[in-house]
Every structure is written in C-alpha cells, then in structure tokens.
C-alpha cells in the first residue's frame, strides 16, 4: 500500500452546514441549534467571528446520533462565552 492511497483511506472531508442537515434530515437552524447546545460536534471556520460559519464531518454526526448522551468535544461549546445584550 502506497502512502498516497493511505493518506485517501483515512481522510474525510469537512461538509456544510446545509448537506450536514440534509444528512440528517432536519433543518439547518435545527442542526446549528444542536450545535450550539453540544449535542452535535461542529468546527468553526473562524471561533472568533461573531457569527460562526460551521462546518461538519458525516462521522461525528453519526457517533452523536448513536450516542444516548450529548458530545462534548467540541471546544468551541465548551468554552462559549455567554453573548452579551444590550439593557433596555
């Protein structure tokens, strides 16, 4: 087995956030929700940006859906901060 085709074997590709949902067949807004909440594992493409473009691998979401109890290794739900609002 060459190195090349090794490195293909174990390699799985982010996908977004619409095909995630799809996947799963729930809404995107379900699916981001979820996120937030650390029932399912999502990447942030950019963990400093106010709003989070997320990203997902099928293997995750499949471990999360086979799983009783919420994922917590997202390190992003982990350590979210609560966001700030404005007093009225």
Request: charged share 25%; hydrophobic share 30%; aromatic share 8%.
């Given at each position: ?19 995630a ?49 919420p ?18």
């Open positions: 087995m060459s190195s090349s085709s090794l490195a293909t074997d174990t390699f799985e590709p982010y996908v977004s956030s619409e095909v949902a799809k996947y799963l067949g729930i809404s995107r807004r379900e699916l981001l929700a979820h996120t937030r909440s650390g029932r399912f594992v999502g990447h942030a493409v950019d963990p400093n940006a106010r709003r989070k473009d997320w990203r997902f691998k099928i293997s995750e979401l499949d471990a999360a859906m086979s799983c009783p109890t994922v917590t290794q997202n390190s992003y739900n982990a350590t979210r901060q609560p966001g700030t609002r404005k007093a009225s």
